[in-house]
């Protein structure tokens, strides 16, 4: 059986099924790989060192004297294990990675170009500040343009990613109320149902008890529960906006202002930065605090526990209490502030050990520099056609969960389409690995039964697109003929088929154990 895919190439959907199975494990070019442990790389080296020209140790008696224990491959053997360990999973540089929330988007090799600048890339935290004057520059354009765009007064550059930004601006919230002497007696965070895990979960890390707002049937924040929960006893609320369900809090001006008359702070999630950045300003909307994921909106590599970078904006409000360090500009060049003293008097302490992730803030500021702000403008602009681009294709096939009225940078669907297929959310996006494209994200938010998440992002060109739903439609439709199969048994065609994620989660392996008997003495 042969069919027309859509770019004209004629394609044989059940060939790979038909053929007979390797002899070696291997899939065409893609060879299977053991873990390094079990390479025969033990007792193996990959670099001569020169022997140390004195014997003598600073260390005394705390010289290691048995084998480090380590495998050793040789500079090929390294290149190729990495490499074929990259082939087993998706990628962005593959094709679309449509993970809702997570922002998903193309790296710009301009970035990595300048990641890379010695002046950049070859420097230590602990030089003199003298020798980085280029670096601190380079943070203090970045903290500027960060303000900027959202309309806010300061900026803390040091969180590593958006949960540590959450942290840094509850932090920032708990020291206010500390000051003004209501801490004791505000003990409440608000959160709507709809929130991302890590907003309940930042509250409750900083001893605060969670209440939830519940959500209005077209996917909002309910104002009127709000209202009946803000009281003397609430120190913030944690709001996204855009929200998870990929839709604007259109009431956003009236959160913010009952949340002040209550003497509570507003925190907002600004994950979905990506949607609005151009367009609104977040401090226009009254926000008091918001962390800034450069490794979303800005395009930053993430992904795999890679590095991120949670910088918070903070109103006038909470600014004194923004955490050390941060840069400041004076007749000597550029210098740090490090100590809780003189203008840093109130700050709540620091966030890490240093101050943050450099190679993220080049990027940052490459990404913002190349788009200007225009380009920047169109970023949320595209983000936002591409989206409803999806669910407007798939709307017919699929059921989006609000179906009234444009969504913003992502489209939601709910699993009321699976129906009486015997065909679940989980199932649906396995089948998709097959196809191959990533799933999107699944069963998030919580409101929504079943939910599928999808999030273009703006550097999905319109061909690519119409390729993803190309593939979505007909799996859609296969799954509405009864082609349970497909489905239920997905992936075939990965390097892994279904896993018992609930095990790997609840029980994972994190070390590896040699074999009884196994000699693994290595230089
Ligand atoms: C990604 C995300 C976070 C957490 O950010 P990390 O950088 O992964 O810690 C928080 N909220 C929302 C809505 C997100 O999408």
């Given at each position: 059986?042969?069919t027309?895919?859509?770019?004209?190439?004629?394609?044989?959907?059940n060939a790979?099924?038909?053929?007979?199975?390797?002899?070696?494990?291997a899939?065409?070019?893609?060879?299977?790989?053991?873990?390094?442990?079990e390479?025969d790389?033990?007792g193996?080296?990959?670099?001569?060192?020169?022997?140390?020209?004195?014997?003598g140790?600073d260390l005394g008696?705390?010289?290691r004297?048995d084998?480090?224990g380590?495998?050793?491959l040789?500079?090929?053997e390294?290149?190729?294990?990495?490499?074929?360990?990259?082939?087993?999973n998706h990628?962005?540089?593959?094709a679309?990675y449509?993970?809702?929330?997570?922002t998903?988007?193309?790296?710009?090799?301009?970035?990595e170009?300048?990641?890379?600048?010695?002046g950049?890339?070859?420097?230590?935290?602990l030089?003199?500040?003298?020798t980085?004057?280029?670096?601190l520059?380079l943070?203090?354009t970045?903290?500027?343009?960060?303000?900027t765009?959202?309309?806010?007064?300061?900026v803390?550059?040091?969180p590593?990613?958006g949960?540590?930004?959450e942290?840094?601006?509850?932090?920032?919230?708990?020291?206010?109320?500390?000051a003004?002497?209501?801490?004791?007696?505000?003990?409440?965070?608000?959160?709507p149902?709809s929130?991302?895990?890590?907003?309940?979960?930042?509250?409750?890390?900083?001893?605060y008890?969670?209440?939830e707002?519940?959500?209005?049937?077209?996917?909002?924040?309910d104002?009127?529960?709000?209202?009946?929960?803000?009281?003397?006893?609430?120190?913030?609320?944690m709001v996204?906006?855009p929200?998870?369900?990929?839709?604007f809090?259109?009431?956003?001006?009236?959160?913010?202002r009952?949340?002040?008359?209550?003497?509570?702070?507003?925190?907002?999630?600004g994950?979905?930065?990506?949607a609005?950045?151009?367009?609104?300003?977040?401090g226009?909307?009254?926000?008091d605090?918001?962390?800034?994921?450069?490794?979303?909106?800005?395009?930053?590599?993430?992904?795999?526990g890679?590095?991120g970078a949670?910088?918070?904006?903070?109103s006038?409000a909470?600014?004194?209490f923004?955490?050390?360090p941060?840069?400041?500009?004076?007749?000597?060049?550029?210098?740090?502030?490090?100590?809780?003293?003189?203008e840093?008097a109130?700050?709540?302490g620091?966030?890490?050990a240093?101050?943050g992730?450099?190679?993220?803030?080049?990027?940052a500021?490459s990404?913002?520099?190349?788009?200007g702000?225009?380009?920047?403008r169109?970023?949320?602009?595209?983000?936002?056609l591409?989206?409803?681009?999806?669910?407007a294709?798939?709307?017919?096939?699929?059921?989006?969960?609000f179906?009234?009225?444009?969504?913003?940078?992502?489209a939601?669907?709910?699993?009321?389409?699976?129906?009486?297929?015997?065909?679940?959310?989980?199932?649906?996006?396995k089948?998709m690995i097959?196809e191959?494209?990533?799933?999107m994200?699944?069963?998030f938010?919580?409101?929504?039964?079943?939910?599928?998440?999808?999030?273009?992002t703006e550097t999905?060109?319109?061909?690519?697109?119409?390729?993803?739903?190309?593939a979505?439609?007909?799996?859609?439709q296969a799954?509405k003929?009864?082609d349970?199969e497909?489905?239920?048994?997905?992936?075939?065609?990965?390097?892994l088929?279904?896993l018992?994620?609930?095990r790997a989660a609840?029980?994972?392996k994190?070390?590896?154990?040699?074999?009884?008997?196994?000699?693994?003495a290595a230089?």
């Open positions: 059986m042969s027309m895919n859509t770019v004209g190439r004629p394609t044989t959907p790979v099924t038909s053929k007979p199975a390797t002899l070696t494990g899939r065409g070019l893609l060879q299977d790989e053991l873990l390094i442990f390479s790389g033990w193996k080296t990959g670099v001569d060192l020169a022997e140390p020209k004195t014997d140790s008696d705390l010289v004297r084998p480090i380590l495998p050793g040789s500079e090929p390294t290149m190729r294990h990495y490499v074929r360990l990259s082939q087993k990628a962005i540089d593959l679309l449509p993970l809702g929330s997570c998903m988007k193309h790296n710009p090799r301009l970035n170009k300048m990641a890379r600048l010695p950049f890339s070859d420097i230590h935290p030089q003199p500040v003298s980085v004057q280029g670096a520059e943070m203090d970045l903290a500027h343009w960060l303000k765009l959202t309309g806010m007064p300061a803390a550059m040091s590593k990613a949960a540590h930004g942290l840094c601006g509850l932090m920032a919230i708990r020291a206010a109320h500390e003004s002497g209501e801490h004791a007696a505000r003990r409440k965070v608000l959160v149902t929130a991302h895990g890590t907003n309940p979960a930042t509250a409750a890390f900083v001893g008890s969670v209440v707002v519940a959500q209005t049937e077209d996917g909002r924040v104002v009127a529960d709000l209202a009946v929960k803000l009281g003397p006893d609430v120190a913030a609320i996204t906006n929200n998870t369900c990929g839709l809090e259109r009431d956003i001006i009236e959160i913010a009952l949340t002040h008359e209550a003497g509570a702070y507003f925190y907002c999630d994950a979905n930065f990506n609005i950045v151009g367009r609104v300003r977040p226009d909307l009254g926000v605090a918001m962390h800034i994921n450069l490794h979303k909106t800005f395009s930053t590599p993430h992904g795999g890679g590095p949670g910088p918070v904006v903070l006038e909470l600014a004194p923004a955490p050390a941060w840069v400041v500009h004076g007749d000597n060049g550029y210098d740090l502030i490090e100590r809780e003293e003189g840093a109130q700050a709540f620091r966030m890490c240093f101050n992730q450099m190679g993220m803030f080049v990027r500021l990404y913002m520099m190349s788009h702000s225009d380009g920047l169109q970023v949320a602009e595209d983000a936002v591409n989206a409803n681009y999806i669910k294709r798939l709307s017919d096939v699929m059921s989006a969960a179906p009234d009225g444009p969504c913003m940078h992502e939601l669907f709910d699993d009321e389409w699976l129906k009486g297929t015997d065909i679940t959310t989980l199932d649906f996006a089948a097959d191959g494209f990533h799933p994200t699944m069963y938010p919580l409101v929504v039964h079943g939910a599928m998440l999808i999030e273009p999905e060109s319109k061909a690519e697109l119409d390729r993803f739903i190309h979505l439609r007909l799996l859609a799954a003929a009864g349970v497909r489905f239920k048994g997905a992936p075939f065609h990965a390097p088929r279904r018992d994620e609930t609840r029980s994972p994190l070390r590896w154990s040699a074999p009884e008997g196994t000699n693994i230089e």
